[in-house]
């Protein structure tokens, strides 16, 4: 019932754990069987048998995640879940709870108190496999954002301290400065170039000049990097508008400076200052920001795949047996307030054991997601279920569907599975695979369970069976 299928896992290649898990239960045999199995796929695997020990060898080492056991003696789970969740140092550990207990109630206590998921004994290994390895998928993302935070908080303490440091360099006139009397055409009027009146060593550095080298010079329109910043200076001279931008021209180290000039009698004076560190502490900043985008959006396929691995059976990508539970039980409550009847199909491939002993797992496994998706085929309404109900078996849950509408739903399954003529060569019945199906309608009442359609629709099946299979049995009562 525990066995793992298709988890073999060469050990030698693994050069890490894929995560450190601590098992809680008072049961020796289930503590054996998920120590042996979860290590088997590589994980690093702490157990003990009870709770109180939890609590000391979570101290040790901060496990990824643990799986508790709800029913031991001296504190049971709920109690170690509520000690871990109120101790800050552990409160973010993902806990999940694997118990026998599967009223509602358990499940909610368990979820109120900080679980992460709640599996029911008897489990299959699979399906903690898939959880566990969900929950550390998510965990891990969580972590990845968290560091993601981090960087861009010091991000943004190195542009606050960028920024005081422009605006000290700016408070102690180490910007470029110059001032520049316009050039005019004496017959036009037009501005020909500008006369530069003053500058400083920072501008004359950035132009590999010295400063008498500049002043009394019109020189500005020759040494202009940036051919555009001409049309900008006149612009600022014959309106008044102040010149306020970043321009692009690479000099050494640099490569971003800001310039900003207002009028000054015939000419301008202006003030240049280098912002490369700003810009490049924005380009950082924006790689950042892509980071997290693309963290969140790693978060969100994390949640989706959880959401799948919860109600959807992983061979044949059908409805599982999970969904099977609770959407039963919501129609259960919708057609007792309705009084609409609501019917139940149960369906067994004939003599499927022999077809798994002559064909393999593979062909067998192959069969069943044949069979699932040609079943899934039949319903047309959006209200129907198909599922896996376990092994070779599957379930079609009808919506305000009596008897005699099941009975063609059935039928119709049964043509589908028979076109596929899928070989069988070890069937006492057929050289085809078959069905066997039971069915069973009421309508609720107040007075009934959802477990009597149920036992119904599985007495109708067990009739199948025995009437020769291959054929489908209403439940009469």
């Known amino acids: 019932m525990y066995q793992i299928k298709g988890a073999l896992v060469?050990?030698?290649?693994?050069?890490?754990?894929?995560?450190?898990?601590?098992?809680?239960?008072?049961?020796?045999?289930?503590?054996?069987?998920?120590?042996?199995?979860?290590?088997?796929?590589?994980?690093?695997?702490?157990?003990?048998?009870?709770?109180?020990?939890?609590?000391?060898?979570?101290?040790l080492k901060l496990p990824d995640i643990i799986l508790l056991d709800v029913k031991m003696p001296e504190m049971?789970?709920?109690?170690?879940?509520?000690?871990?969740?109120?101790?800050?140092?552990?409160?973010?550990?993902?806990?999940?709870?694997?118990?026998?207990?599967?009223?509602?109630?358990?499940?909610?206590?368990?979820?109120?108190?900080?679980?992460?998921d709640y599996i029911t004994?008897?489990?299959?290994?699979?399906?903690?496999?898939?959880?566990?390895?969900?929950?550390?998928?998510?965990?891990?993302?969580?972590?990845?954002?968290?560091?993601?935070?981090?960087?861009?908080?010091?991000?943004?303490?190195?542009?606050?301290?960028?920024?005081?440091?422009?605006?000290?360099?700016?408070?102690?006139?180490?910007?470029?400065?110059?001032?520049?009397?316009?050039?005019?055409?004496?017959?036009?009027?037009?501005?020909?170039?500008?006369?530069?009146?003053?500058?400083?060593?920072?501008?004359?550095?950035?132009?590999?000049?010295?400063?008498?080298?500049?002043?009394?010079?019109?020189?500005?329109?020759?040494?202009?990097?940036?051919?555009?910043?001409?049309?900008?200076?006149?612009?600022?001279?014959?309106?008044?508008?102040s010149l306020d931008e970043d321009f692009y021209y690479p000099t050494e180290d640099s490569c971003w400076y800001h310039y900003f000039a207002v009028k000054l009698g015939d000419g301008f004076a202006i003030a240049i200052r280098d912002i490369t560190v700003r810009k490049q502490t924005e380009l950082a900043l924006q790689e950042l920001n892509y980071k997290l985008q693309e963290s969140n959006r790693k978060l969100q396929e994390a949640n989706h795949k959880l959401e799948l691995l919860a109600n959807l059976d992983g061979l044949t990508q059908i409805a599982n047996r999970r969904c099977f539970d609770d959407y039963l039980a919501t129609e259960w409550q919708r057609h007792q307030r309705e009084q609409n009847p609501l019917s139940l199909i149960l369906i067994d491939i004939d003599y499927f054991k022999r077809y798994n002993d002559s064909n393999g797992h593979q062909g067998g496994d192959d069969c069943l997601i044949r069979v699932a998706q040609e079943i899934a085929k039949v319903p047309q309404r959006p209200t129907d279920l198909i599922s896996r109900y376990g092994g070779e078996?599957?379930?079609?849950?009808?919506?305000?569907?009596?008897?005699?509408?099941?009975?063609?739903?059935?039928?119709?399954?049964?043509?589908?599975?028979?076109?596929?003529?899928?070989?069988?060569?070890?069937?006492?019945?057929?050289?085809?695979?078959?069905?066997?199906?039971?069915?069973?309608?009421?309508?609720?009442?107040?007075?009934?369970?959802?477990?009597?359609?149920?036992a119904n629709a599985d007495e109708a099946l067990y009739s199948a069976k025995n009437q020769g299979r291959n054929r489908a049995i209403a439940y009469v009562t």
Request: net charge negative.
């Open 10 to 59: 060469n050990l030698d290649s693994q050069s890490e754990s894929k995560g450190n898990i601590l098992l809680v239960d008072d049961l020796p045999e289930n503590l054996k069987l998920l120590t042996e199995a979860l290590s088997d796929l590589g994980y690093t695997v702490r157990s003990v048998v009870s709770g109180s020990r939890a609590l000391k060898t979570v101290k």
């Open 76 to 116: 049971d789970g709920y109690q170690v879940c509520e000690a871990f969740k109120n101790d800050p140092e552990f409160c973010d550990i993902p806990i999940l709870f694997i118990s026998a207990l599967d009223e509602s109630f358990d499940k909610l206590k368990a979820f109120q108190l900080g679980g992460v």
């Open 121 to 241: 004994k008897p489990f299959h290994i699979e399906e903690v496999v898939a959880r566990l390895e969900a929950h550390l998928t998510i965990r891990k993302q969580h972590r990845i954002l968290q560091n993601e935070i981090l960087n861009r908080k010091e991000i943004e303490e190195i542009l606050y301290q960028s920024k005081s440091i422009l605006s000290g360099i700016l408070n102690t006139s180490l910007d470029g400065i110059a001032a520049l009397q316009a050039v005019r055409n004496p017959f036009t009027g037009d501005i020909q170039d500008f006369r530069c009146l003053a500058v400083n060593p920072i501008i004359s550095r950035v132009l590999k000049l010295n400063p008498e080298d500049l002043i009394g010079k019109c020189i500005l329109r020759r040494l202009l990097l940036v051919p555009k910043l001409f049309d900008h200076f006149v612009t600022v001279v014959e309106t008044g508008d």
């Open 393 to 454: 078996e599957f379930a079609a849950i009808l919506s305000n569907t009596n008897m005699e509408g099941a009975l063609q739903v059935a039928a119709a399954i049964q043509t589908a599975i028979a076109n596929l003529a899928i070989p069988h060569d070890n069937s006492d019945i057929s050289d085809r695979v078959t069905l066997s199906i039971g069915i069973a309608s009421l309508i609720p009442t107040t007075e009934l369970s959802l477990e009597i359609l149920i």
